[in-house]
């Protein structure tokens, strides 16, 4: 998994400094540690956000002023529920050895046997929630499509992580990953496919 540096700055922790922060394009958010005191942070919005918005999770070495850093992954993201712009964001901190939960991005591979012949591929979950060791983390899941017919779906417990030692899907097993829809034409020729459940 790729090492990304983000530069932060210490800032106090006040409604009003917070509303003026996020208008000058800076993000507060917070780094913690289980046992240890959380750290108050501010971050640049535009820096943050292609980071949010990555098709793959990174291991993000927090960079303050003074040259010190802390190593991270991004815990949590709060959105305005209007903009879409990112208001607050949490980053847990971790040791080399120790066990995390991270979102880890979903990728497709393969061209699908359903939209081959017409269907539409949906992607229900866009990541997945991982536990393992940081060293052991993918950038992203591979789910391979290829055998995905029309009307059926691939579920979280039918990802193979055979390529990836140690870990685990943290997901609700039965939770549909990726499925494939009946194209509207399709649909209306056969409406039992609109109204069946992926299986």
């Not at 040259?67 to 712009?85: A, E, L, Y």
């Not at 549909?176 to 399709?186: G, H, N, R």
Request: glycine content about 6%.
């Amino acid at each position: 998994m790729e090492t990304i540096v983000l530069g932060v700055e210490p800032r106090v922790i006040k409604k009003k400094n917070a509303e003026k922060l996020r208008k000058n394009g800076i993000v507060p958010g917070v780094i913690y540690h289980k046992g240890e005191e959380t750290i108050a942070i501010s971050v640049n919005e535009l820096a943050l956000r292609k980071l949010v918005h990555s098709a793959e999770s990174h291991i993000i070495d927090l960079q303050f002023p003074d040259g010190k850093i802390k190593r991270s992954f991004i815990k949590d993201v709060q959105f305005h529920p209007v903009t879409d712009r990112i208001i607050h964001t949490d980053f847990q901190l971790f040791s080399a050895e120790e066990i995390i939960e991270l979102e880890v991005p979903v990728a497709v591979s393969g061209e699908s046997a359903g939209v081959e012949k017409g269907g539409k591929l949906l992607i229900i979950l866009h990541a997945l929630t991982i536990k393992g060791k940081p060293e052991d983390m993918p950038d992203h899941l591979v789910v391979d499509v290829t055998a995905l017919e029309i009307g059926h779906s691939i579920h979280v417990k039918e990802i193979p992580l055979d390529a990836y030692t140690g870990l685990q899907i943290m997901d609700d097993p039965d939770t549909p990953v990726i499925t494939v829809l009946a194209s509207k034409k399709e649909a209306e020729a056969t409406p039992e496919a609109a109204v069946a459940t992926a299986s």
